[in-house]
């Protein structure tokens, strides 16, 4: 019995093992959905080009695990389950992408591109996960224009409802919020840039 014992201990221990050396699932943040924003909207400077620059998210934010909830003060997190790709790149490859749809990828610059951005523009989120049934995003953000080394922005919070819980569902609702972002930010592009300045860039 003693024996049994052992080998039912061994036995556990082994499959315990086998589960902590599996490989965990990785969920990537999908492509913003196509927009149906004009690609100059009011408010908008169409001469305008833009860089965005590294976006700030909170550190308990920024790591592999999937966030899926909260539970009071406490963050639920996917088992089994990480991001393909630390979450503040995959937030600035899904808000660049978002900005290019909406403004024209030759106006949204990207790092080693050669030439100089009229406006650098910078995010800090402040809350960017599933909150009571919906993604949150709370975000700061703000334009510093280099011809006038003038700045403006504001302030956006979005929220889309969840259907689920789900690591892939959390996912493409993030990158609908980002969307609506881009939107909001779009709407306020402008450095008063002249048709010649660009021309010597």
Do not use: K, N
């Not at 550190?59 to 997190?77: I, K, M, W």
């Not at 996960?129 to 700061?140: C, E, F, K, T, V």
């Amino acid at each position: 019995m003693h024996r049994s014992f052992q080998v039912s201990i061994s036995t556990v221990a082994l499959v315990l093992a086998s589960c902590a050396s599996s490989p965990p699932s990785l969920v990537t943040l999908p492509a913003p959905p196509t927009s149906t924003t004009s690609r100059d909207p009011h408010g908008s400077d169409p001469m305008t080009t833009v860089r965005l620059r590294r976006v700030q998210l909170p550190d308990y934010l920024d790591g592999l695990p999937v966030v899926t909830g909260r539970e009071g003060q406490l963050l639920v997190v996917a088992r089994g389950t990480e991001w393909a790709e630390r979450p503040s790149q995959g937030v600035a490859r899904v808000l660049r992408d978002a900005l290019a749809q909406r403004l024209g990828s030759s106006r949204v610059l990207i790092a080693g591109d050669g030439r100089r951005a009229d406006a650098d523009l910078s995010v800090e989120f402040l809350a960017l996960g599933p909150s009571r049934g919906a993604l949150l995003l709370d975000a700061r953000w703000s334009f510093a224009c280099r011809g006038t080394a003038l700045s403006h922005g504001g302030r956006t919070a979005v929220q889309v409802p969840l259907r689920a819980t789900t690591p892939e569902t959390v996912a493409s609702a993030t990158s609908e919020a980002l969307s609506q972002l881009a939107d909001a930010v779009v709407a306020e592009v402008g450095c008063d840039v002249a048709q010649d300045a660009h021309a010597s860039h």
